[in-house]
């Protein structure tokens, strides 16, 4: 089992991102990662605004005791051009850096929204391709935030479109319960989504992830899990310098 993979897929999965009306200007929120209850690693997610454009950052890291035989050091970023009024907007790039043990991958994409053309690279391989997109075309990281923005009905799936700098997916993001979790932050009131994503990487989705976001406006990801052949990976979020005074805690 690589536990790396898991660690690099809850980076890309889970960003804090509000929807458009509510957006703070920065953001950093922090979560533990671990596997049949010990920590393996650190997901930090960093959100910042400049100008016209948001800016998204994930780092995951393992800990020092998974670092002696597999370390863990990836990155992804996305940049989104902000749309008018209540419109979401679009992404203009996204990059992929991953580090797993002696696994190195190094992507990226470039969005056309005008022209409906993605051209991705891959940096390491030294190939590149042009692709057709949707309108509605959301990278990895970006796409989050637009499912975030719609609403989110226990009981109806959403369809949305992601291009992983391979192909285009239309996938299927279930909206499943409301449920009440407690995390190191606090009791949060949550709205329980499933996204079928595929995933750049050794870890092959199989529908077992599910996210936990603040049953408000806000939609803050608080909890991440996912059944893997032995155990269980599970992201909680445990700090951040930014935390909002709405979201309904007990």
């Known amino acids: 089992m690589k536990i790396s993979a898991l660690l690099s897929f809850f980076a890309v999965l889970v960003v804090s991102a509000l929807p458009a009306r509510a957006m703070s200007p920065n953001e950093k929120l922090v979560y533990e990662v671990s596997w049949t209850g010990i920590k393996a690693g650190t997901t ?3 959100l910042s605004t400049k100008g016209n454009e948001l800016h ?3 780092t995951t890291r393992s800990t020092p005791w998974l670092d002696t035989f597999f370390r863990v050091e990836d990155r992804a970023e996305s940049v989104v051009v902000r749309g008018s009024g209540d419109r979401f907007g679009f992404p203009r790039y996204f990059r992929n850096k991953i580090s797993e043990g002696s ?20 940096l390491l391989h030294k190939t ?18 637009y499912v975030r923005t719609l609403d989110l009905v226990p009981g109806r799936s959403l369809f949305v479109d992601i291009y992983d700098c391979k192909k285009l997916w239309n996938t299927e993001v ?4 409301r ?7 606090g009791r949060f009131k949550t709205i329980v989504v499933q996204p079928m994503m595929k995933a750049d990487g050794f870890f092959a989705r199989t529908g077992d992830v599910k996210v936990w976001l603040t049953d408000d ?28 005074q709405t979201a309904q805690k007990e």
């Open 128 to 145: 590149q391709r042009v692709d057709d997109i949707s309108a509605t075309t959301y990278d990895p990281l970006s796409v989050v935030y």
């Open 217 to 244: 406006a806000l939609r803050i990801p608080v909890m991440v899990s996912t059944k893997v052949k032995i155990g269980k990976i599970k992201a909680v979020l445990v700090g951040g310098s930014y935390w909002p």
């Open 174 to 177: 279930k909206v499943l319960k």
């Open 44 to 46: 930090t997610q960093e």
């Open 56 to 58: 998204i950052v994930t």
């Open 179 to 185: 449920e009440e979790v407690e995390t190191p932050v």
């Open 103 to 122: 696994h190195r991958r190094l992507k990226e994409a470039r969005f056309d929204q005008q022209k409906l053309k993605v051209e991705s690279k891959d």
